[in-house]
């Protein structure tokens, strides 16, 4: 592979200042969930109260989804994500500002996770189908792996740095990381300039003609929904599983240090999984994809059944190779198969159908742990992951459904034009 194949989008500066955002924002990002889960149990102990906090934040981006589609097909893109990354920095300085002075409680935690999932909400559609604008066609694969590394990069350093930091300064810090970042994200944002893919008559249309416009382009897809039905319930599973047992899981028995050790091995098969995805040469990109994820049943595994920070390590760094492959081979072929002016509420929908479940799978967690006990719930969980995983395989346009990479510009220099 020569270096302008693997390299060419670092040439382009919207997709350096994209990467660079993104990259930052995710720094934090990694931090996050662990300052919150401590600063959860550390005011109440109770698994009851992790999976409201954590499952409000989700529940908000869920609902405000589609909503974000469709300003991010009508506005430019570069805006929505600088606003949002900028009121993300209010929401966790304001958390960590409770921490810090002993004023958090559960019902302010829940407000504020509410309204950060909510600017979350405008974050996923913008810059998903941001990235297209930023790079020629040919090279959109090295692209979201590229970026893809840069971020899982900076979430290694962060869920080892995240899980030092709150057992050493408590979870205030992890969450004033947080806000930082969002914050100098915004400024990255801001100074993007790309293309303008919109429809000139979208700002004058009504908001459900976008909806429906947007549906229809998903839904004519067969392979795009039974990946999304999949992940309904394979990302509902995994996140009450990591998000909500984890932690627990981690305070019975290696410690908190331990678990972002092995947060932090996730990320680091995932850095591996994007180098992999790199210099995958096949046809049937989706189909590698889909398979790939089948590797978060190892995690889950390792905590129900050995949960020895060795043995996590190992799944941890498998589960994020999968993890990643999958991504990158999504993100490539729903930007090949899906036209530029409908791809941010294609997006949308793609990710309330992947997200819808993840609140109930994160507040059932911690009652099913209580019910059954914390093994047999991850073995349960376990188990539904290969049933979903299974059920997308089976899909004939999902195993059959080939890539067709773009033929290289006739331009090596080739540049996008700025707004």
């Keep these: 592979m020569t270096t302008i194949g693997t390299l060419a989008p670092l040439r382009h500066a919207p997709f350096r200042w994209l990467m660079a955002g993104r990259t930052i924002s995710m720094l934090g990002n990694a931090v996050a969930p662990i300052a919150l889960g401590f600063a959860v149990l550390d005011l109440t102990g109770s698994l009851r109260d992790l999976g409201l906090v954590v499952g409000a934040k989700s529940a908000a981006s869920v609902v405000f989804l589609l909503a974000g589609g469709v300003i991010a097909d009508r506005l430019p893109r570069r805006l929505v994500l600088a606003a949002a990354s900028a009121l993300a920095a209010v929401t966790q300085g304001l958390a960590a500002a409770a921490v810090f002075t002993g004023t958090a409680t559960i019902p302010l935690l829940t407000v504020l996770a509410l309204a950060n999932g909510t600017v979350a909400a405008f974050t996923l559609p913008a810059s998903s189908a941001l990235l297209p604008q930023t790079v020629p066609p040919e090279i959109r694969r090295q692209a979201n792996a590229i970026n893809r ?11 080892a740095a995240g899980g030092a930091l709150v057992a050493v300064a408590g979870p205030g810090w992890g969450l004033a990381v947080d806000a930082t970042t969002f914050a100098l994200a915004a400024g990255c944002f801001a100074l993007l300039r790309v293309s303008d893919v919109r429809h000139p008559a979208g700002a004058r249309r009504r908001v459900l003609v976008d909806l429906r416009e947007g549906w229809t382009e998903f839904a004519g897809h067969t392979w795009i929904w039974v990946v999304v039905l999949g992940f309904m319930v394979l990302n509902a599973v995994f996140a009450g599983a990591i998000l909500v047992l984890g932690p627990a899981v981690a305070d019975e028995t290696f410690g908190r240090a331990g678990w972002g050790l092995v947060l932090a091995a996730q990320t680091a098969g995932a850095v591996l999984g994007a180098v992999i995805a790199l210099r995958l040469r096949v046809r049937r990109l989706l ?13 889950v595994l390792g905590l129900a059944l050995t949960p020895r920070v060795a043995v996590l390590l190992a ?20 930007q090949e198969h899906v036209p530029a002016d409908k791809l941010a509420r294609v997006y949308s929908y793609d990710a309330l159908g992947s997200l819808l479940a993840v609140p ?7 009652p099913a742990a209580l019910a059954i006990g914390t ?37 090596p220099d080739q540049k996008t034009h700025a707004r």
């Excluded at 590394?149 to 869920?159: D, H, Q, R």
């Excluded at 799944?315 to 729903?334: D, P």
């Excluded at 376990?382 to 033929?407: F, N, Q, T």
Aim: proline share 5%; hydrophobic share 55%.
């Design 375 to 411: 093994e047999a719930a991850l073995l349960a969980g376990a188990g539904l992951i290969g049933l979903a995983v299974v059920g997308m395989l089976a899909s004939p346009d999902v195993r059959r459904l080939e890539h067709h990479p773009a033929p290289p510009a006739t331009s």
């Design 149 to 159: 590394l840069g971020f899982n990069g900076a979430m290694i350093s962060g869920a």
């Design 315 to 334: 799944a941890a760094l498998l589960t994020g190779i999968g993890i990643e492959l999958f991504a990158i081979t999504w993100e490539t072929t729903v």
């Design 287 to 299: 189909l590698v994809g889909v398979a790939s994820v089948a590797s978060e049943l190892l995690l």
């Design 360 to 366: 109930v799978g994160q507040l059932a967690a911690g």
